[in-house]
């Protein structure tokens, strides 16, 4: 009898929706169905029961092609890459469990590691606005339960989070909010008109590069001060009638994304978004987040913090102090500069992400990855341990884009033999100490 | 396990009255005994002063907010962040230590307990991955509850049945040790950007008054029976005149008694007493109201309390008091983060300098070793720099100092800048007392154990405790006139001993110890009406599932529950 698994969180976006039914097959080796998942949620899910998975490390020949090995053998090397390295760029996290990324870091300060996620591609920005300015935010849930006022902005969650609409942000009926969408005033500001914009009241077309400009345009009408005609493509009136809307609101929030971190101004553009936001509170309530995309990249800056006082890109390989600075310790400036001896990947996929000439540095460096499919930077890498799915076949806790934490659940048996990201660190770390003591260093 | 004999120290143990007399402490198994074997090490403590580990009855150490305020404050980490020798991990932040910082720094202290003040419970499990990450040291946390909207709800009708059942089951999700209250209403009014300044001002739409949620909550906690009391962050902190409201908060708990099992006599802890003792009408003509608040909380023997210290550092303040880090933020235009978390609480942070050429930081310095000194009780009063609020934990030793020597604190007084200003202000100048050994045992170690239920094993060094001793290297009979002579000398423990094992030598970690997690299961009648409430508000108004909420067993492994039965209450 095939049976249900409830109250199942989704391993994919920062949305982290914790309401999916997964059925699965009476042996616990296969998925049948998932019920509540968006599309990408649940091709997540799909991934696991994928013909032609790897499931024993793999280790590239000199002719190119890939040899199976064991898990021994690619721990052994894993370690003694490790341990040579003066310095490892550790790049990824955003896929796995904060119980992984803890053992992941006391890997790195033994061996002088740097271990960096992937804010240091996306939400960095935010992060360095947040270091410079604070940030005034709230749970999801303030938002479904008070938010008259949603302003989305650079942001496409009908694509990059398609039920945060419906379950936080735009559909719900909450306490104060009895009325859904008829009680909020939704607005998009992009410069293109996306499916999000479609579901808002009102779309505000700024002109690219522009956003800058307009958000401090915002604050300026805000005070009540003169404006220009038009700013980045937007006629004062309209400035001036948004202003004083959200003025009104009981309760505002703003959603931003790459739209506004990854263009003209970045950092900038957040930092003046986050100080509307405060001068907003001096008429309202107010709150802003931005919307975290990879998954738990949210928890490896809680698990970094903690640990070391850092979000991201923090700087182990001085072994008795952490150090991060934006442009010196962000894995990008690293790769560019050549300044990393190996490359240990996990759970995230740069070969993806990052740019060209920084993975043509990676791709001369010794590498290894870990991660459960095959995928853009298992190809460049000497070795590829696949693991298991967390949040489908082991547990372990993420932190969704407002930081709460949530403890995933296993719902399916990982492969025959195939190891958990924690199992797997766990393993390398034994190996790193057996190497070490026996003077590897 | 390993037997010790500690030699020849000064003891000082309020729990059995010894004051500095020669004794020697036989440790077995991780308890204090009465006799060891001949085969046991000896520790010469010769010259040395001995007492039992000190407890933090009221710290920031773990959670969603603390973790904030390091990541977003890099310049934190400007100052002492380094791996130092000994086993550890690498060390980072001054005012937000990193957990391993946190845990090693409170160990070199001489503390084997801390509880974690403010736990939002819908971040419980952040709460616990970071107490989990901590060395050395015991640790609980104390779930908020004060601004909760099954508690409005109930205690708007007085519920008290209901309010207990509810709390009791917020407990077991959440791995919580009691209930803590902050700006009672007033951070639910802040949700709308209101807040209560008064214990009589009505939270927006749910027609309470924080008047009513205080008592309630009061009444509930002694219906359960916890171990703690009710853990008070009163309204309208850190303003000018604000020592009424403090007193007329502290009057709710008039005529009721303490109930429960664990020797705990108060039914009020009210916490960081400092930020709540401020008489005039603004900073202007700012004056201390510790006298007026001590005189009454000395006559009360239904209350504790904790001074919540100014150290007179750069810091981070954090507090649930989300209305009030707006204000704050407004008066110093640093950074601000807030949180608002639904149904429950929010949180806010705001670094802050407490420059002492400014009168009015220097005044409050001198409000909080006021009430200190005013304490006629030691075991109801207790030393705390609400870390990290009016500064880091880490500058105990300095405030130990202050209060121990008055030649050291007057020194301190007269060489502020504005002296004149901060000596008409306050009363410091004529307050002779000087804290002893004996009295700083009381409101470090057998005060906070007490308050907090734990008096049977923490606190004291009587046989059959936990061996958790702290040894400094002060001869009480050649003690230090020096002020930094003094805080050296607590700054780093010549041993410190948890469950029997040595932790910290000589200032240096030796070993982790075996960290413990404490929470509290109370056990309840079963409650309709309640559980119904839950699946309800988890249904329409939460953003987690309920199955989703409670914190999973293996986020404290090494748990140490403490039962109550409420069912015959
Ligand atoms: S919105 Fe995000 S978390 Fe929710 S189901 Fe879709 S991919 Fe998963
Ligand atoms: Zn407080
Ligand atoms: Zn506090």
Known sequence: MPKEVTDVICPFCGTLCDDLIVTVSDDNKTILGVKNACAIGAEKFNHQRQPGRVKRPRMRQADGSYKEITYDEAIDWTANMLVKSRKTLMYGWASTSCQAMSIGHEIAEKVGGIVDNCATVCHGSSLIAIEDVGVPSCTLGEIKNRADRVVFWGCNPAHAHPRHMSRYSIFPRGFFTVKGHKGRKIYCVDCRYTDTAKCADEFIQVQQGFDYELLNAFRTAARGEALPDTVGGVPKEKIYEIVEDLKTARFGIIFFGMGLTHTMGRNHNIDIAINLTRDMNDHTKFAIMAMRGHWNVTGSGQVLGWQYGFPYAVDLSRRDQARHQTGETTSVDLLNRSEVEACFYIATDPGAHFPVDAMISSSRKPTVTIDPHINCTTEISDIHIPVALVGVEVGGCAYRMDNVPIETRKVVDPPEGVLTDEELLTRINHRVDELMAKGGQ | ?569
């Open chain 2, 1 to 569: 396990m390993s037997e010790f004999i500690i030699k020849n120290g000064h003891v000082f143990d309020p729990v059995q009255g010894i004051k500095g007399d020669k004794k020697d402490i036989a440790v077995k198994d991780g308890k204090i005994i009465d006799k060891v074997g001949s085969g046991a090490k000896v520790i010469d403590a010769k010259d040395k002063t001995v007492m039992a580990g000190a407890l933090e009855v009221h710290a920031h150490v773990a959670g969603p907010k603390v973790n904030a305020g390091r990541w977003y404050r890099p310049e934190d980490k400007h100052f002492d962040s380094h791996k130092k020798p000994g086993i550890t991990r690498i060390e980072g932040g001054k005012s937000i230590p990193t957990v391993f910082k946190t845990g090693y720094e409170y160990a070199r202290l001489g503390f084997t307990f801390a509880m974690e003040a403010a736990m939002p419970p819908l971040y419980a499990r952040h709460v616990h991955e970071e107490i989990h990450d901590t060395p050395i040291i015991d640790e609980a946390a104390l779930p908020v509850f004060g601004n909760n909207w099954f508690i409005l709800e109930y205690l708007k009708n007085h519920e008290v049945e209901n309010t207990a059942a509810y709390i009791a089951w917020i407990l077991r999700q959440t791995k919580g040790y009691g209930v803590k209250c902050v700006n009672p209403g007033g951070t639910e009014a802040w949700a709308w950007g209101l807040n209560c300044l008064t214990i009589h001002d009505p939270v927006p739409y749910f027609e309470i008054t924080p008047a009513e949620i205080i008592k309630g909550l009061i009444e509930a906690n002694e219906y359960l029976g916890l171990p703690h009391s009710m853990h008070l962050h009163q309204n309208d902190l850190g303003n000018p005149g604000n020592y009424k409201t403090t007193i007329d908060s502290l009057r709710l708990a008039e005529g009721i008694k303490a109930t429960n099992n664990f020797g705990r006599e108060q039914v009020l802890h009210s916490t960081h007493l400092q930020f709540h003792s401020y008489k005039g009408t603004n900073w202007g003509d700012f004056e201390s109201g510790a006298k007026e608040v001590m005189d009454y909380v000395n006559k009360q023997k239904n209350l504790t309390i904790d001074t919540g210290n100014v150290t007179l550092d750069e810091t981070t303040t954090m507090t649930a008091d989300g209305p009030f880090e707006h204000h704050l933020h407004g008066l110093n235009h640093l950074k601000w983060f807030n949180v608002d978390v639904e149904l429950e609480t929010a949180a806010g942070i705001v670094p802050f300098i407490y420059d002492p050429n400014n009168a009015v930081f220097a005044s409050q310095w001198a409000v909080g070793l006021e009430i200190a000194l005013y304490a006629k009780d030691p075991m109801r009063c207790f030393i705390t720099t609400d870390h990290p609020n009016a500064g880091p934990f880490t500058r105990y030793p300095r405030v130990y100092s202050w209060l121990m020597s008055k030649k050291c604190r007057d020194e301190r007084l007269h060489s502020f800048k504005k002296a004149d200003k901060v000596i008409s202000a306050t009363n410091l100048a004529t307050l002779d007392r000087e804290i002893t050994l004996y009295e700083l045992a009381q409101m470090t170690r057998a005060g906070p154990a007490k308050c907090l239920g734990l008096s049977k094993d923490y606190g004291g060094l009587a046989a059959g405790m936990n061996a958790d001793i702290a040894i400094y290297n002060i001869n009480p009979d050649k003690f230090p006139s020096d002020g930094p002579e003094i805080e050296k000398a607590f700054a780093n423990v010549a041993y410190l001993f948890k469950d029997g094992k040595i932790c910290v030598e000589g200032g240096k970690v030796v070993d982790m110890g075996h960290k413990q997690t404490f929470w509290v299961d109370a056990k309840v009648n079963e409650n309709k009406q309640v559980m119904h409430d839950i699946r309800e508000k988890f249904l329409r108004y939460y953003s987690v599932n309920e199955n989703n909420y409670p914190v999973p067993e293996s986020y404290a492994p090494h748990q140490h529950i403490i039962g109550v039965d409420a069912t015959k209450a």
